[in-house]
Nanobody, 120 residues
């Protein structure tokens, strides 16, 4: 099992910034991808940003140029720097880790979610 601990959510005005952090612990399994998802009321959960152990990144078109994802492989942490926030960024943000056991069996772990509210 991989436990994910999130922090950094809160209330911010449009145009402001927040930094979300997520730390993975509790397993010797290999974590291949760490990612941030979000889910707004009435919408499907969507991928916001992802980063591989090698540093390759993938960002949703809606956040490109505004958000940056980074990772510390030694600590198994991932951060999401969110700048120029818009009201449509309001959602519950979830940390996700895609990992595999020593037998190569893939599994995913999810954080508890943290609320990000962008409002004036």
């Amino acid at each position: 099992q991989v436990q994910l601990v999130e922090s950094g959510g809160g209330l911010v005005q449009p145009g402001g910034s927040l930094r979300l952090s997520c730390a993975a612990s509790g397993s010797a399994a290999s974590i291949h991808v760490m990612a941030w998802y979000r889910q707004a009321p009435g919408k499907q959960r969507e991928l916001v940003a992802a980063i591989t152990s090698g540093g390759s990144t993938n960002l949703a078109d809606s956040v490109k140029g505004r958000f940056t994802i980074s990772r510390d492989n030694a600590k198994n942490t991932v951060s999401l720097q969110m700048n120029s926030l818009k009201p449509e960024d309001t959602a519950v943000y979830y940390c996700n880790a895609e990992a595999s056991t020593d037998w190569g069996q893939p599994f995913s772990s999810w954080g508890q979610g943290t609320q990000v509210t962008v409002s004036s």
